[in-house]
């Protein structure tokens, strides 16, 4: 049984990862390579190797009551979504909440990770890590990797002919920042995801203009859904979930377009996804559809070649004098510090049981945490999987035999095609992937004893968000706060942005509403008699 666990990062997946170890009384060490914790969400001025990198305006698209970790709400203060220097904010309060702060070693790069020669029969790791300059190697009996997968940039310069020639500035999003150095320039912004969107929308309101080239397309969501409600509230639900599974595809497709398109035509703005049939994950953005509206972003088809001064795109259109091309075509998954074969399958491809454990090792004592991505937060996902991973450790929880997961893991790929399309991520259903872990570590909420026992929290469960308290309500990791949270999340969320009352008897009242009625047939009556 491990009892040494290495984990390495402090971002959002390492802080659950070195929570949860600590929790199940293992002894956990945390290496980080920066000075401090959050990863992704702790901001810079310039982009560094082998870290993620954001701009500076990046809010989450999650919303507090969906992105906390399950047993630790974000603060009441904090607005719906937040930016990245809050959520920052939020994750440190995380870290000395847990006392997690003296388990983390800062300024400490993991550069390998090796099986040890007698991994068959103890599943012990060698890992050595590079400390100002000098080297060290300790063994462990396990390996959480949280190094997160916003990192290597992907941009397949051979797709775009011609950007050799090319004499403008040309780079990845990673390298944006902010917008002020791109003021009164001629901008074009390639791929149509979070980040080209976001930086397209940044950069239109100073740029001379922008245009926004995108192969494929994309449903764009609002942040601000149903009755101005965060998205996440109204859609991530488990009743959503559950007809979800038992319409006929047809039908749930047909709603999901509908919900989709909801704001607005996505055809008539050139965004519409090419094959509709595939269920491509929605980009959130609140102001691209205006931007489109006023013409300060320019929505174009896929690039079909760069000359020295423009960009060629596929229907023929020409954008002349391109100062900055701006290539958010994503990111790659790379393990430098450890053998590739290790997590990725013969296709090159991450392959790893539920998104976190190889399938093919001697011993299950490397896990995977927050790589999987869905439509609901990564604190609650990467919670659930270091709680999980950590009962695999232990022995409390066990995974099949090796050729059932390799199985397993070929048929998802091949439902992950047909549902995703040929989407670089690792996509899957929130709400069924956390079900399907939190059944494994025994801590998925039951329906039938919440209806019988508590039927006001079972409705709450049933039709509300399926916010990350509700896989800390039961079963081991029980959070005793979760009932309470699960019931005023609502409250939170309306609290947050009424922040002027309007008493009730500005509104219009039920009594006029009901007036109104009773003075309708009256009026028909009126027009009926000067009619006749
Ligand atoms: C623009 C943008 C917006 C996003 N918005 C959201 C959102 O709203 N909601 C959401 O849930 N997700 C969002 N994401 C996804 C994001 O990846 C996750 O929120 C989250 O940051 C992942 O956390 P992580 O801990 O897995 O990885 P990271 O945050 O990348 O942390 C990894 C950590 O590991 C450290 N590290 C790496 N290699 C080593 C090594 N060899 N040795 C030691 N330390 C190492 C790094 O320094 C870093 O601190 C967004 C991503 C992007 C790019
Ligand atoms: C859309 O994708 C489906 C499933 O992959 C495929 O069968 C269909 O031919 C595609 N349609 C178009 C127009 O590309
Ligand atoms: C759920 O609760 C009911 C009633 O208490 C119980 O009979 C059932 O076994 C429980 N189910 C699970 C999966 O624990
Ligand atoms: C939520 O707020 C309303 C109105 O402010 C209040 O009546 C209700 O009791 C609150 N609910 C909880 C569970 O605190």
Same mark, same amino acid.
Not at 175 to 186: F, I, L, N, S
Not at 213 to 238: N, Q
Not at 378 to 394: E, F, N, Y
């Given at each position: 049984?491990?009892?040494?666990?290495?984990?390495?990062?402090?971002?959002?997946?390492?802080?659950?990862?070195?929570?949860?170890?600590?929790?199940?009384?293992?002894?956990?060490?945390?290496?980080?390579?920066?000075?401090?914790?959050?990863?992704?969400?702790?901001?810079?001025?310039?982009?560094?190797?082998?870290?993620?990198?954001?701009?500076?305006?990046?809010?989450?698209?999650?919303?507090?009551?969906?992105?906390?970790?399950?047993?630790?709400?974000?603060?009441?203060?904090?607005?719906?979504?937040?930016?990245?220097?809050?959520?920052?904010?939020?994750?440190?309060?995380?870290?000395?909440?847990?006392?997690?702060?003296?388990?983390?070693?800062?300024?400490?790069?993991?550069?390998?990770?090796?099986?040890?020669?007698?991994?068959?029969?103890?599943?012990?790791?060698?890992?050595?890590?590079?400390?100002?300059?000098?080297?060290?190697?300790?063994?462990?009996?396990?390996?959480?990797?949280?190094?997160?997968?916003?990192?290597?940039?992907?941009?397949?310069?051979?797709?775009?002919?011609?950007?050799?020639?090319?004499?403008?500035?040309?780079?990845?999003?990673?390298?944006?920042?902010?917008?002020?150095?791109?003021?009164?320039?001629?901008?074009?912004?390639?791929?149509?995801?979070?980040?080209?969107?976001?930086?397209?929308? @940044?950069?239109?309101?100073?740029?001379?203009?922008?245009?926004?080239?995108?192969?494929?397309?994309?449903?764009?969501?609002?942040?601000?859904?149903?009755?101005?409600?965060?998205?996440?509230?109204?859609?991530?639900?488990?009743?959503?979930?559950?007809?979800?599974?038992?319409?006929?595809?047809?039908?749930?497709?047909?709603?999901?377009?509908?919900?989709?398109?909801?704001?607005?035509?996505?055809?008539?703005?050139?965004?519409?996804?090419?094959?509709?049939?595939?269920?491509?994950?929605?980009?959130?953005?609140?102001?691209?559809?205006?931007?489109?509206?006023?013409?300060?972003?320019?929505?174009?088809?896929?690039?079909?070649?760069?000359?020295?001064?423009?960009?060629?795109?596929?229907?023929?259109?020409?954008?002349?004098?391109?100062?900055?091309?701006?290539?958010?075509?994503?990111?790659?998954?790379?393990?430098?510090?450890?053998?590739?074969?290790?997590?990725?399958?013969?296709?090159?491809?991450?392959?790893?049981?539920?998104?976190?454990?190889?399938?093919?090792?001697?011993?299950?004592?490397?896990?995977?945490?927050?790589?999987?991505?869905?439509?609901?937060?990564?604190?609650?996902?990467?919670?659930?999987?270091?709680?999980?991973?950590?009962?695999?450790?232990?022995?409390?929880?066990?995974?099949?035999?090796?050729?059932?997961?390799?199985?397993?893991?070929?048929?998802?790929?091949? @439902?992950?095609?047909?549902?995703?399309?040929?989407?670089?991520?690792?996509?899957?259903?929130?709400? #069924?992937?956390?079900?399907?872990?939190?059944?494994?570590?025994?801590?998925?909420?039951?329906?039938?004893?919440?209806?019988?026992?508590?039927?006001?929290?079972?409705?709450?469960?049933?039709?509300?968000?399926?916010?990350?308290?509700?896989?800390?309500?039961?079963?081991?990791?029980?959070?005793?706060?979760?009932?309470?949270?699960?019931?005023?999340?609502?409250?939170?969320?309306?609290?947050? #942005?009424? #922040?002027?009352?309007?008493?009730?008897?500005?509104?219009?009242?039920?009594?006029?509403?009901?007036?109104?009625?009773?003075?309708?047939?009256?009026?028909?009556?009126?027009?009926?008699?000067?009619?006749?």
């Amino acid at each position: 049984m491990a009892q040494n666990v290495a984990v390495i990062g402090a971002g959002i997946s390492g802080l659950a990862a070195l929570k949860c170890s600590l929790e199940a009384g293992l002894r956990a060490t945390c290496f980080e390579k920066s000075d401090s914790v959050g990863g992704l969400w702790n901001f810079m001025d310039h982009a560094e190797d082998g870290r993620a990198s954001i701009y500076r305006s990046v809010f989450t698209n999650a919303c507090k009551e969906m992105m906390c970790y399950p047993d630790f709400p974000i603060p009441d203060e904090y607005p719906n979504f937040m930016h990245n220097s809050l959520f920052l904010d939020y994750l440190r309060l995380y870290a000395e909440h847990f006392e997690l702060l003296r388990h983390i070693k800062f300024k400490t790069a993991v550069i390998s990770v090796r099986k040890r020669p007698d991994f068959a029969i103890t599943g012990q790791w060698d890992v050595t890590i590079e400390k100002a300059g000098k080297k060290e190697s300790a063994v462990f009996d396990a390996v959480l990797i949280c190094t997160g997968h916003h990192v290597y940039p992907n941009l397949p310069l051979v797709s775009f002919p011609g950007i050799e020639k090319f004499k403008g500035h040309y780079m990845h999003n990673r390298d944006y920042k902010e917008p002020t150095q791109y003021a009164g320039k001629r901008i074009l912004v390639v791929g149509l995801g979070n980040s080209g969107a976001d930086i397209a929308v @940044e950069l239109c309101r100073t740029a001379e203009k922008v245009c926004l080239s995108t192969r494929s397309g994309s449903w764009i969501m609002s942040r601000v859904w149903d009755k101005g409600y965060p998205w996440d509230m109204v859609y991530l639900t488990r009743f959503q979930s559950f007809l979800n599974d038992i319409l006929p595809r047809a039908i749930s497709d047909w709603l999901y377009e509908n919900m989709m398109e909801k704001r607005f035509n996505h055809k008539n703005y050139g965004l519409a996804p090419l094959n509709r049939s595939l269920r491509k994950e929605p980009v959130f953005n609140d102001d691209l559809a205006a931007c489109i509206m006023c013409g300060t972003v320019v929505v174009k088809p896929n690039i079909k070649e760069f000359t020295e001064t423009s960009a060629v795109f596929d229907d023929g259109s020409v954008m002349e004098n391109v100062d900055v091309v701006i290539f958010a075509t994503g990111y790659s998954y790379a393990y430098p510090f450890m053998d590739d074969s290790i997590v990725k399958n013969s296709k090159n491809q991450v392959s790893l049981y539920k998104g976190v454990f190889p399938p093919t090792l001697e011993k299950t004592t490397l896990g995977v945490i927050g790589l999987v991505q869905s439509l609901g937060g990564i604190p609650p996902t990467s919670d659930i999987q270091a709680r999980w991973a950590i009962g695999v450790l232990k022995g409390s929880c066990k995974l099949p035999p090796k050729d059932k997961m390799l199985e397993e893991l070929n048929e998802a790929e091949g @439902e992950k095609k047909s549902w995703f399309g040929h989407s670089e991520s690792l996509s899957t259903d929130y709400v #069924t992937y956390m079900d399907e872990l939190s059944s494994f570590i025994g801590c998925k909420p039951n329906l039938s004893k919440l209806f019988l026992t508590d039927p006001k929290l079972y409705w709450e469960v049933f039709f509300g968000p399926c916010s990350p308290y509700q896989f800390r309500l039961m079963g081991p990791g029980k959070w005793h706060g979760a009932r309470k949270a699960i019931l005023n999340q609502w409250n939170r969320t309306i609290q947050a #942005t009424r #922040t002027r009352v309007v008493s009730s008897h500005t509104q219009a009242s039920s009594f006029i509403i009901l007036a109104t009625l009773l003075f309708m047939p009256l009026l028909l009556l009126a027009v009926f008699l000067a009619w006749s």
